[in-house]
């Protein structure tokens, strides 16, 4: 039975589920056997499923689909009825084994008075025990090991997947490996659990504060606990959210299907932005299977004021702000009347600073006008025209002339330069200033050439332009949501080390401004999709093609936007770099948002570039 996509995507308990009661003696050494054996065939396997370390052949794909969805079920109704104690014996699973592995969780929860623990385990030693580890021998691809070791027989699997942990930024998807000291103390404490509670299970407790006798002996039949290490989880929580994206590149919405629920039960054992990320990727998974498409048609005051929460929350924003602004002050800086033509206005952040940097520039201030641009309201309100009047009492507050007018449009694509009152440059010197919004042009045909040439028919002495560094708009959907995933988890775990505790609201409305990003991104296609960020270099190819010219950022916007992050909270993560005279802010070694700023170039700058393209 098909469920709707928010209980695909939600966070079914994961790591404290119960099973039947037992007792380790009824696991007779005469039964013992190698545990998961490997199948001598491996014809019919589905390969993107076998990639992940999981044997399914394509004749159950069905079957294991639907015990997913029972498991689910029968899960969250479980957690109802409580099954979060802890266990004196502890039940270990090889999730390789799919079908098995879903069917005996399934037996267990439903039947919990039953005698034997999981069918695999019945013919194993009680004192065997299962040992993840990680094996960084080869740096270039990581290896995962699962060693299980009993008490006369040991063997290793190799899961040599095709994708590269390490290439997603931070410790969310790939956690350091731990250190010898760390590893010994983990022994220690797990000796004090066993010899404490006189049990031969691995890592076990009593079940109730009543069930260790005076002589450490079980008084109380205990039931076991499903145990997943968290970062085994992790690794094969990225290589299904991959996987996923592979199947429904492929059009295999059947195998799809099966990998998104997935995705939810691997997440909810997530902590941090890890599951964040994931939470938010499986959505437009589910929503681009089920074809559950987001509407756009919210209130965009709504998404302004996430936007700003993201302002508050973390420097991007303000980094974006402050570097165009020292731009358009530096091309400013003898002129006595000056216009900026704002693209997209939103809630006017930008320009208070720039309005009071202007107050104090010597020989005093230049008269000022502002035209904002933004789309339309749902109840008609003109919510530009409120911006404008805020502005305008800041500017009569501090002794500046201002002038604001207000243009309603739904994409900048629909202004055309005579609206906007474009006066000569010997009256008025004219900026340019596009943050964020020019790759939204990208899902119209013929869009951005016409908003480039309609730029050059007003002719700015500066267009500054602020972009996100990703190559969201590849036409491949897999290579476009793998690079999303890198991308956000690095967003995602700089918001997780803006040192919040507890989150925020700022936080939390942040974070939902990324999700409805990615949604975008994953989800939707054709014109709907106007999450289209390209990186610099495909930003300068394109605004040196339609004959603009660098103009570079100087040495003093670096170390002013250095400063400011100095005195962001968490900016031990943030970096700023310079790239061919525009900068860049990153967290740790991963670009985020690049600024850029162009004139028009010269008739003899056209003929070099006119040169270097042929």
Known sequence: MKRDHQEICGTTGFGSGSGSKADSSSISNANKGKLWEEEQDA????????????????????????????????????????????????????????????????????????????????????????????????????????????????????????YDLRAIPGVAAYPPPKSESDSESTRKRMKASIDSSGSTGYGSSSSSPQGIGVSGAVTESTRPVVLMDSQETGVRLVHTLMACAEAVQQDNLKLADALVKHIGLLAASQAGAMRKVATYFAEAL?????????????????????????????????????????????????????????????????WPALIQALALRPGGPPAFRLTGIGPPQPDNTDALQQVGWKLAQLAETIGVEFEFRGFVANTVADLEPEMLEIRPPEVETLAVNSVFELHRLLSRPGAIEKVLSSIKAMNPKILTVVEQEANHNGPIFSDRFTEALHYYSSLFDSLEGSGMAPPTQDLVMSELYLGRQICNVVACEGMDRVERHETLTQWRTRMETASFSPVHLGSNAYKQASMLLALFGGGDGYRVEENNGCLMLGWHTRPLIATSAWQLATLSQNSELIQELS
């Open 286 to 350: 589910a929503r681009r299977i089920y074809r559950i498409y987001p509407q756009d048609s919210l209130d965009p005051s709504y998404t302004d004021i996430l936007q700003m929460h993201f302002y508050e929350t973390c420097p991007y924003l303000k980094f974006a702000h402050f570097t165009a602004n020292q731009a358009i002050l530096e091309a400013f800086a003898t002129a006595n009347r000056v216009h900026v033509v704002d693209f997209g206005l939103k809630q006017g952040m930008q």
């Open 43 to 162: 014809g019919g396997m589905d390969e993107l499923l076998a990639v992940l370390g999981y044997k399914v052949r394509y004749s159950d794909m069905a079957d294991v689909a639907q015990k997913l969805e029972q498991l689910e079920m029968v899960m969250g109704t479980a957690q109802e009825d409580g099954i979060s104690h802890l266990s004196c014996d502890t039940v270990h699973y090889n999730p390789s084994d799919l079908s098995g592995w879903v069917q005996s969780m399934l037996t267990e929860l439903n039947n919990p008075a039953t005698a034997n623990l999981d069918p695999v385990l019945t013919n194993s030693d009680s004192n065997s025990s299962i040992l993840v580890q990680i094996n960084h021998s080869d740096p270039s691809k990581p290896q995962h090991q699962l060693q299980i070791v009993g008490s006369n027989q040991s063997q290793v699997y190799n899961d040599d997947s095709e």
